[in-house]
């Protein structure tokens, strides 16, 4: 049974090989080059103001914001997720 199933085996479809693979001719979509500018904002003030909190010795209590759809550790006072967002650094 194993020479039989070995000589000509069932992969449980039905499949027919080519002997040479089809030539492509040309491709579907020309390729594009994006056209996009990188802008380097140097605010990263509230990102700085964020971590230099001095006179933090525990974790703040984790608060729901509703932007992100999930639990953040209470930010500082004049500090906001759309600041750190502006920031580029999250």
């Known amino acids: ?9 069932i992969f449980g479809v039905d499949y027919v090989t080519e002997e040479k693979a089809p030539i492509v001719q040309q491709p579907a979509l020309p390729r594009v080059q994006d056209d996009i500018t990188i802008v380097d ?3 990263h003030e509230s990102y ?7 006179n933090k010795n525990t974790d ?15 930010l500082p ?8 967002w502006q920031g580029g650094l999250i």
């Not at 006072?77 to 750190?84: A, D, P």
Request: cysteine-free; charged content about 25%; overall charge negative.
């Open 41 to 43: 904002t140097d605010s």
């Open 77 to 84: 006072e004049g500090i906001s997720i759309e600041k750190l």
């Open 60 to 74: 703040r209590r984790p608060v729901y914001n509703q932007l992100l759809g999930l639990a953040v550790e209470e």
């Open 48 to 54: 700085a103001t964020y971590y230099a909190d001095t």
């Open 1 to 9: 049974m194993h020479k039989v199933h070995a000589a000509d085996p």
